[in-house]
């Protein structure tokens, strides 16, 4: 490929930290640069805790079993996004509520989940921020969550940096989670994140992630080791892949810069072309552009679908938008309502790359990706 969807920016200290990980023999869980990263982490978005685990679906398991979730709970999710937010809602065999997006950020709908609330009462609602784009009912959901004594879970896998109204997205809920797989702003080869103001949940979060054993060494004889009061889990993440992130973070400032760049000016190239739209950035926010996606508003999806072939012919690496989970067989009975918003973006969208590497020169590789893209589709 000659451009691509996302690549890890590794410029920083990772071989070093990688090397005295080694040198110190300690591969484990707890390391001491997984400790960092944690703290800067919770630094960088502006609460009290994070607690590192091994991937961003493990986080949101972790996150619902913390909060409580179990079986016969409801939790609501948006239709606009990854399996993992609703896989870890079945895992802790709870319920996932499935509701449509908006159109704008393609974040969770409030006038549907206020729809929804007329009905029953969730435990927990997840609002997802796509794209790094900051969800448009973000503060109006937290407000309803607030009023009603619902759990909010802010899923910001894909949003490393992003802003609303001046905080850090991942501090507006009860409780946060982040990816930081290799695809991500902050990359490590597989991680999440867990992030909470609250003492008591981060404490509950390590219990489930750590087998679910009381024992907390000092604080308990040393033949309660192996004691265990829940089906627990093994997530916590290992010190090698603490140390990538620590560098990771250590560098964050210039990933995001360079991210950015690449978003503004993909907007400045399509923003005025007849029957593209791109995902909205709204008032008094500042998105990470972890991707860039457009969406072909006139277009057949077979025709969205032979510029996304014909792209890849050329060497630019495309991802197709997420296909809804309340239209894929698996989860359709737990939708609620129609689908429509999910569907539309599954027809017409298209993920176009936003490595940051393409910051380069001016970002210059997004002014060529453009001229291919109107070629193919005026010529199509
Ligand atoms: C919005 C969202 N939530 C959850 C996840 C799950 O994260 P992971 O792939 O690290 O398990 C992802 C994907 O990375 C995601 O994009």
Request: charged share 30%; aromatic share 10%.
């Amino acid at each position: 490929m000659k451009y691509y969807i996302n690549e890890p920016y590794l410029k920083g200290k990772e071989k070093e930290y990688v090397l005295d990980v080694i040198e110190s023999g300690w591969l484990s869980v707890k390391g001491k640069h997984t400790k960092i990263f944690e703290e800067k982490f919770a630094e960088m978005v502006g609460v009290k805790y994070a607690l590192a685990v091994q991937s961003g679906t493990a986080a949101l398991h972790t996150a619902l079993l913390a909060l409580g979730v179990k079986k016969g709970d409801k939790v609501v999710i948006p239709n606009y996004t990854c399996a993992g937010n609703i896989s870890s809602v079945l895992q802790c065999q709870a319920t996932p509520i499935i509701l449509d997006v908006e159109k704008d950020t393609f974040g969770l709908d409030a006038e549907l989940f206020e729809e929804f609330l007329k009905y029953e009462k969730p435990k927990v609602v997840m609002i997802v921020h796509i794209y790094g784009f900051p969800a448009k009912d973000t503060k109006r959901i937290a407000e309803i969550c607030k009023r009603e004594n619902i759990f909010l879970l802010e899923d910001c896998c894909e949003a490393h940096g992003s802003e609303l109204e001046g905080k850090k997205l991942g501090s507006f809920g009860d409780i946060s989670v982040f990816s930081v797989r290799s695809e991500k702003m902050i990359a490590v080869g597989e991680g999440g994140l867990i992030l909470t103001d609250n003492k008591e949940l981060i404490d509950k979060a390590l219990y489930w992630a750590s087998r679910a054993s009381p024992y907390r060494g000092d604080e308990h004889p040393y033949w309660w080791k192996y004691s265990y009061e829940d089906v627990g889990m093994n997530y916590l993440m290992p010190h090698l892949l603490g140390a990538i992130g620590r560098a990771q973070i250590e560098n964050f400032d210039e990933i995001l810069a360079r991210k950015r760049k690449v978003g503004e000016k993909y907007k400045s190239c399509l923003q005025n072309i007849e029957g593209i739209k791109l995902q909205k950035k709204i008032q008094n926010s500042n998105p990470c552009y972890w991707l860039n996606m457009i969406i072909f508003e006139d277009e057949p999806k077979e025709r969205v679908r032979e510029i996304g072939k014909q792209l890849l012919k050329e060497q630019i690496e495309i991802r197709p938008a997420f296909w809804p989970l309340g239209d894929q067989k698996i989860f359709r009975e737990f939708a609620f309502g129609n689908q429509d918003i999910g569907n539309h973006l599954f027809e017409k969208g298209l993920v176009l790359p936003s490595s940051v590497f393409l910051s380069k020169n001016d970002c210059e590789g997004v002014e060529e990706i453009v001229d291919v893209l109107l070629k193919i589709k005026n010529e199509l």
